[in-house]
């Protein structure tokens, strides 16, 4: 995927174009970078090595620095992964610091077989909780980046190349 | 075949098992040695993570605590596992995706600042050391009692085979060796509970004999209930009903979690597979293979306390079985006869009670206390080191990464080559090593406690700057810097203070807000967020190349990698 590069003037490949980038994947090498791209894809080639590998399209403002603005794809994407990580917190703070702490006492009132509810979900039922909290998120996350056709390295083609070696 | 000499042949067997694993799985390059390569696969990374995660104190001291605690041994349970919750939803995708070495190496990035990266060393530092400490104490404690050496010779075994492991493999070789570690841990801990279960409720799952009624030879009546009403007329407290306030429990469940969150030797763990994806899966192999510890320990803490008060309450001195005396030589266990009768009387009240019993043993001493075959007890030993040793690997590889990488090649000397770098990694292990050690053989308190400490100090220092750094475009290095050194100095002066400088105010009025120095680092953690706000305010915004880079890291894909 080659990022879309547009200056404030038109798209940077002219040859002696001076810009800002992240640096080498290490952010503390900030600063102007003396780099001459001959065109759009050179200079997309470079951006990769970078490690600037983007849903987002990628532009400059105006001191000529690179910035990424995300297209609508990405930023939807990235809500409806906090929309999935906000529920799933509800229940886990419900059920342990709510049911495990706060209401112990009130569930205790319950009696499951040779239990009491309340001491039951303090000491084993939440664990259970998270375990499938967990596993609701893995599911819901794999399906999302299905959805954004975002699982882009393609982890289940690779491999069986891989094993086939 | 006695106790003794089985413990020689399970430690003998698996110790030749794990540095066969090390020379196989040895390490040629700085990324094997620090994250194996980024190449395990998310099975085997999510048993290491359990084994790397359940140490000693998950092992030997947390159901002992327990069967202590009662229904307030809860905020272990609950601490320890639900950050996982928080790791795996907030923090294990992108760290992964963001595929540095360390949690420096974050810290350092994301804040674009040499001095956030050297706070983050220190902090990763300290908080490795004191949880360490807790590990080699447990070993300690192990060694003492079933080789019947001294502490000293037993400490200096086991950190003389972390040491080669770890310094030969880097973390290619713990993680592997840690898998093997993580079967027969929980292979140590399941037998006896699984026996015990049996024994007690003719069931053989533990998790459902906790709640079950207790066959004739143990008086009949649902477990729970017996044991309450045990612990009522002795004086004891009621097992299933609190002692604790609320709000302290609630806190330190709370400094648990965010602590797991934030714990670095937890986290390197996600940098070790291969992408976004496995990272997620292997957070969730992770937790099943906690949660089968954890939701067994309640009931190991159960069965326990049952078992030793029906032993040893009113029971002729004299008669006690042979472990009573092992024990009683390492001082683990002490009896004072008060009204000379020749009978223990264990009891609540203090004035009465002619029994001390150490939390610690509690695990370890069960299988004996239920009268379980030798080498029963012999594998619960194995197991408990298998816990202590690989925590205290997975430990000491982060002391490690922080000094060669962090400290020395991404701060002071970024020309070193990668031999070099390796040599100053072998090396500061070499020292932790030994330092470790001198405390394992010097310990401070219950092992538990030493790493509740240590969780306190990772949630009010790493979890804000993590969480913020990720979900928070805008917080800029003044606010993080600001945040975790006022989180981080705020909890170990309030640890110390009460611990160190005044401990006869350890007591819950003179507590802040009723909060033990345990739960802390929940407070800790509030004032580093609220400080890094604060402060990430009224300072300038970070650059855009930062910004996009925490763009970049929310979406799954290849890793920023050079």
Known sequence: ?165 | MSVQIWTFVFIFLTFGLYIGIAVWSRAGSTSDFYVAGGGVPPLANGMATAADWMSAASFISMAGLISFLGRDGTFYLMGWTGGYVLLALLLAPYLRKFGKFTVPDFIGDRYYSRTARLIAVFCAISVSFVYVCGQMQGAGIVFSRFLEVDITTGVIIGMAIVFFYAVLGGMKGITYTQVAQYCVLIFAFMVPAIFISILMTGIPIPQLGFGAELTEAFGGGYLLDRLDAMSQELGFTVYTEGQRSTQDVFFITAALMFGTAGLPHVIIRFFTVPNVRDARRSAGFALIFIAILYTTAPAVAAFARTNLINTVNNAEYTAMPEWFSKWETTNLISFDDKNDDGRIQYVGDPEVNELEVNRDIMVLANPEIANLPNWVVALVAAGALAAALSTAAGLLLVISTSVAHDFMKRSFMPDISEKQELLYARLAIFIAVLVAGYVGINPPAYVAQVVAYAFGLAAASFFPAIVLGIFQKSMNKQGAIAGMLAGFLFTAGYIIYFKSLNPAMDNAQDWLFGISPEGIGTFGTLINFTVAWLVAYFSPKPPEGVQAIVEEIRLPGEAIQS
């Open chain 1, 1 to 165: 995927m080659i990022p879309l590069i547009t200056g404030p003037a038109g798209p940077i490949r002219e040859e002696g174009d001076t810009i800002r980038l992240p640096g080498n994947g290490s952010l503390q090498q900030v600063g102007i970078v003396d780099t001459h791209f001959v065109n759009a894809w050179e200079w997309a080639l470079f951006l990769t090595r970078c490690g600037l590998r983007t849903l987002s399209t990628l532009s400059t403002n105006n001191n000529n620095e690179v910035v990424s603005m995300p297209d609508k794809n990405a930023l939807e994407y990235w809500k409806s992964n906090i929309r999935v990580v906000l529920t799933l917190l509800c229940v886990w703070f419900f059920i342990s610091f709510g049911c495990g702490i706060l209401l112990v006492d009130i569930l205790d009132e319950i009696r499951v077989g040779g239990f009491k509810l309340g001491f039951w979900i303090a000491q084993q039922g939440a664990i259970f909780v998270f375990v499938i909290l967990v596993y609701v998120y893995i599911y819901l996350m794999d399906k999302l980046d299905d959805a954004y056709n975002l699982n882009r390295d393609g982890d289940e083609t690779a491999e069986p190349e891989e094993g086939a070696r």
